[in-house]
């Protein structure tokens, strides 16, 4: 993969935008094709939602990646997967009217 950094950053966030709107549900409280990552914490859940752990790991990415040596992957790919992550949070964010909503009874 020898894209243009733009180009690498742009298709990787049409990636992972085209794939969570494939997996995730179409709409908010409908099922997709995966479960809903939500936890038990006593009388509470806490609802992972998708675009929470992609910005996790989109963290971890970065900071495993850029000036650690821990993983030194190329630049087009480095930036291709920044730029899924980026895809996944923003369908997370802009597809659903729950998406602020974390811990709830």
Known sequence: MNLAPAASLSLGVLVGFGAAKLVAGPVTG????LPSLILPAGNWQ?????WLWASILLAALFLVTDGTGLWTPNAALKTF????LAGIILQ???CYSDWRRIVYR
Request: glycine share 18%; no cysteine; charged share 0%.
């Open 30 to 33: 409908a099922a997709g094709m």
């Open 46 to 50: 806490v609802h992972l939602h998708h």
């Open 81 to 84: 997967l920044y730029g899924a």
């Open 92 to 94: 997370g964010i802009f």
